[in-house]
């Protein structure tokens, strides 16, 4: 996979994982710990993302509307998938995948092009424990 898909990737990620811990407006400390054992701050900061200090950079702006507008239509349906589970995982790091996360981690499927019915059993054959809810 070409360097500059990796940076797609990483941006929509990281952009993607944001957006769902904070679905549910509350951020717990497994969530924080996920997401920065997966998007180390090194990582982020080696790709350009964020600045020395650790904040976001003009070029995560730039690199994740690239990678909005590109993903979709250059990712196959499994580099699909994989993303989501990413941002599945993220937002069930406390354990349960609230009613908001999971109409976030929708949006996501939806912005990567994926058929509900396809990212929905996908995301059945994961073991994320859902809230009482039923969501």
Same mark, same amino acid.
């Given at each position: ?45 080696? $790709?350009?993302?964020?600045? *020395? !200090? +650790?904040?976001? %950079? =003009?070029?995560? #702006?730039?690199?994740?509307? &690239? ?20 941002? $599945?995982?993220?937002?069930? *790091? !406390? +354990?349960?995948? %609230? =009613?908001?996360? #999971?109409?976030?981690?929708? &949006? ?28």
């Amino acid at each position: 996979m070409p360097e500059d898909l990796d940076l797609l990737q990483l941006a929509f990620a990281w952009h993607a994982v944001s957006e769902v811990v904070r679905a549910d407006t509350e951020l717990a400390r497994s969530e924080l710990r996920w997401v920065a054992a997966r998007f180390p701050e090194t990582r982020l900061r080696d $790709a350009g993302l964020v600045d *020395a !200090d +650790g904040r976001v %950079t =003009p070029t995560f #702006a730039t690199t994740r509307d &690239r990678a909005l507008a590109r993903l979709p239509d250059e990712l196959t349906a499994g580099q699909k998938l994989t993303l989501l589970e990413t941002i $599945a995982d993220a937002s069930a *790091a !406390d +354990g349960v995948l %609230t =009613p908001e996360e #999971a109409d976030a981690v929708a &949006r996501f499927a939806r912005v990567l092009g994926l058929a509900d019915q396809v990212w929905l059993d996908h995301l059945g054959r994961m073991s994320v424990r859902r809230d009482e809810t039923g969501a």
